[in-house]
């Protein structure tokens, strides 16, 4: 027994101590060094051209590289900024845009009205895969640059929300034309932009590292360099923040409660945001399905208690909605109230459309037919998911509908949505303007987001309202009617709106969360700073 | 994952005509879990109720084994996991046992040709580790299979995994039958082929059979838990020990119940059924009477 | 006994092809066109973007072609793209590749190390009390399931004990931590460790028969040396022939432990790309553990028969 237990304890040891001494964390990077913030993103960004394969990672990025013509502050309301002036000529069906005046790449070159051009042109190939904004430029007829500051664009046919496609990041002509594939180029490589930080290195899967830029028009970020650490997974960014390697991070529920109950809960700061993200359902009601009838469709929503979710099962952190209209955004109606829990209600809605349970089973029926259906979700990474099913499930049997859970992944559920192959789809939408047109409109069910075979006429001609109003406060109201019609025909149940509980490092300030995230809006990081004596 | 023959007889040395200590323990385990998961819709509640106000509770007069987040009785969903977990093990091991028994015995009878070929099929399949050739099939082909029931379904998929090593024992233990009957018939004179086979090699296979149809399930229950935990195997709705465990995993900070008891069970019927495997050997082989 | 080594290659070759082509028809099998994976957002495909991309997958061309024109694209080095994020699957398989092999070979490394020791010190006393409540002991271990057994380490040393880090490599440059591996590798080695410990043990004692230890006993020789002596040399050719376990083993294993501990290498990839039905990577990380595991398969059969007197007088 002597060699081998000698071996053995003298390896365990040498392991313990390993383990014991980098476990300390490693939270000084040098008293005097540049100061640094360090963000997280939970996936690398599908691409780095900055508007290929766009999505909520890669916005982030571009953001920060490179500005955008105009952008949403954090009431969600366009702002110039890289165009000190734009115009919408409603009669014209034109947008005018006046560039900055002085503005320089990165290596030095002016920023021109070609560079704008050269990429609403390359955005709007289809092998570029931007899915944010191409397609609300498919109505863009010509763009045109009458000088190098001056930028018309006009349109077969104009919006309200025509600027929202004008978010888009701006790359330079000069680089990025050169490149035969954008994907895998050099621009990609290493992107160029105008905007308040440059790029200085991306590792995969690892970290993308940024620098001030000292000759930005709006003036030079107060932090040095600007780190965006990748963690696909929550507890490991969370550890990194417990030792240090990260900043600000926004996080799930139940972690955040773990900060408080850490000994190191004075270090930070925790709030909270309201996110304009909803977990949805969309009801699949065409005629032959189990759906087709709004009272079935507001039974379902009656039957489950959301409050008593909220409060026991997501720590709280979530919202009742009424409609896909976020509650605490400014579109939203004051006089639309979610329907509540009321299984008795509901019970009665269905009775009154036709289901009753005539054999004892536990579920109803009519004409021959059972109210047994099946949930499409996609397979996701959070839990949350999974407990919203079952919750939903057994919530649904206590009023005598069964349903199973159809569980996919996401390419599944996307063709079976396409295919109308469901009865109630479950997902989340992420919402960034009040344009619900290709969610409800009855046009939508061909080329948009209506799978669930929506064909109102009263929804539809408030969509279009809401759609061609430019009078805001116009605008406003036909908003309202839409949602209170929205709440009576139930044709997507918002469930939850989530809210994103945020930690940060209490000596960082300049923080502004708005409901698109905390980096996401004409601030972010450019506005952040470390208070006076804490230069990391 | 590993070899399922334990590289020493677990039970060295027994009494002949006594059961070997192992074999008993292994039927004690396996026989307490069936009979609890056959009892499990009598005894215990129902495994889906949810009772939000009743979250992430430890284990109490009320529930034995505690609740789950969503305050769903523990115990019960372990008991009617068990359930669901030892039938798709079963179902799935039968499977494998249908097609690597008879291929296996095949291969070691014949030998040549035929040997060859089902040689070549083994170590084909072999070279993709059972976990993997499970996900992959599982992920990839869910369509084809769309119309079965989700146990049956997944019991394919592992059974079509589990089948490799049932077929190498055999073709081994055939090959090792072969040569003990061939030099009885030599000895026998006038004994034709077929009776050789009828009365000597069929019941002397009883016994490989009985062995790699423990070991089988034992893999089998194993897969099928894997499968379940990384969020493969059958619908969510439906509790099975391995989505007990992942649903633990979740909430590795919470509490400890959720994820000590059902991988317990889990833990239980492998070693049950390993136990089994060792000692129905013990039993059977004349090598270990005795000495 | 070259000719018999040629040989093994040869249908090794074989075997090599056959697992290529029957995962390649197995995917094939599978429904659902690729095409779904780009659709983002609140807004689907055009045709136009549609057919160029069913091009740019070679989609339109019939089975066999598609097969052949990926073996011919692999033998250069190209294992396609990645359907998720049009990447090099060999770009994708390199990055994740090294987490993957530092954790096996570390786990090989205490594997062997260990059960070396371990193995011998309980030959030296075979049937004693110490050596019967080990060998329970060890079967007890080598049962646990290995995603149980880290969910209880994770439980005891992370959440618990607060000693070791949860999740994740935690590594700042990509590199990372040690204390980030140590429950990692735990889950990994201890089924082997336990197996091959056992083995040893076994092999130790079948290989020096009993009348050899009495006689070298009775002239005064320590139990130990007599294991030196005699055993070693024996039992380390059958050891051999676990390479054909271990690799796949490892594999299997990688997959639940990288996944379970968050470690981005080889086997979360592969589980990543069978929820997301990226075919390309799964196809080929498929050929890399088939490959890996033929080689060791292959590698012990030709040890062994290099090693073994009886086969090499054949």
Known sequence: MKIGCRVFLAIALACLSIACRSNQGSSDTGASGPSVVRMHLPKDPASMSLIGKTDLNTEIVAMRLTDALVQHDEKLVIRPLLAESFDLSVENKTITFRLRDNVRWHDGEPVTADDVLFTIAKLREPETENRSWAPDLSALTSLEAPDDRTIVATYSEINADALEAWRTPILPEHIAAKDADLFNGEFARHPIGCGPFKFVHYIRGQEIVMEANDDYWGGRPEIDRLEIKIFSDQQTAYQALMMGDLDIMVMSSNLWKQVDESPQAERFVRTSYMRYSVWALGWNQRESSFFSDARVRRAMVLALDRESFIENVAEGMAHIGATTFPPSSIWAAPDVEPYGYDPDEARRLLTEAGWVDTDGDGVRERDGRRLAFSLLVARGSQQLTEWMSAWQQQSWAAIGAEMTIDQLEWQTHRERRKALDFDVAAQAFHITDPNMTTLYHSDSMQDGYNFWGTNDPEIDRLLEAVRYTFDPDERLAEMHRLQRRLHEQEPVTALFFFVAPLVYDKRLEGVRPSPLGYANTIHGPREWSWAQEASR | ?291 | MLRRVATRLATGALTLVLVTALVFALIQLAPGSPLGATEDGLKPLTADERAALTRLWRLDLPLHRQYVLWLGDVLDGDLGRSILDRRPVATKIAERLPITLTLNAIALFLIVALSIPIGAAAALNPGSRADRWGGVATYLLYAVPVFWGALLLQRLFSVWLGWLPLYGSGGVEGIPRPSHLVLPVVCLSYGGLAYVSRFVRANLLESIPAETVLSARARGMSRLAILYRHGFRLAAVPMLTLAGFLIPALFAGSVIVESVFQLPGLGWLFLEAAYERDFPVLLGITLISGTATLAGILFADVAYALADPRVRRA
């Open chain 2, 1 to 291: 994952m590993w070899p399922t023959r334990w590289p020493i007889h677990v039970c060295a040395v027994h009494r002949p005509g006594r059961w070997p200590g192992p074999l008993k323990r292994g039927l004690a385990l396996v026989g307490v879990l069936a009979v609890a998961a056959l009892a499990a819709p009598w005894v215990a509640g129902d495994p889906l109720r949810i009772d939000l106000t009743a979250t992430l509770q430890g284990p109490s007069a009320g529930h034995w084994f505690g609740t789950d987040a969503l305050g769903r009785d523990l115990g019960s969903r372990v008991l009617h996991g068990g359930r669901i977990s030892l039938a798709i093990g079963l179902l799935a091991s039968t499977l494998s046992l249908a097609i690597g028994v008879p291929l296996g015995a095949l291969a070691g009878f014949r030998g040549g040709w035929t040997d060859s070929a089902i040689s070549r099929l083994i170590e084909t399949l072999a070279c993709l580790p059972t976990l993997l050739l499970a996900i992959a099939l599982l992920a990839m082909a869910p369509a084809f299979l769309n119309g079965i029931p989700d146990v049956v379904r997944v019991a394919l998929v592992v059974a079509f995994s589990g089948w490799i090593p049932v077929a190498r024992y055999m073709r081994g233990e055939f090959l090792r039958l072969k040569k003990a009957v061939m030099i009885d018939a030599a000895r026998a004179s006038g004994a034709t082929d077929l009776r050789i086979v009828v009365r000597h090699l069929l019941p002397a296979s009883l016994a490989p059979v009985l062995v790699t149809a423990s070991f089988a399930a034992a893999a089998a229950i194993l897969v099928e838990a894997a499968l379940s935990f990384l969020g493969l195997g059958i619908r969510p709705s439906q509790p099975t020990w391995g989505r007990l465990l992942s649903d633990a995993r979740e909430q590795i900070d919470q509490g400890w119940w959720l994820a000590v008891l059902p991988g317990l069970a889990l833990y239980a019927a492998v070693l049950g059924f390993n136990l089994i495997g060792e000692g129905v050997r013990a039993l059977l082989d004349p090598r270990t009477r005795g000495a």
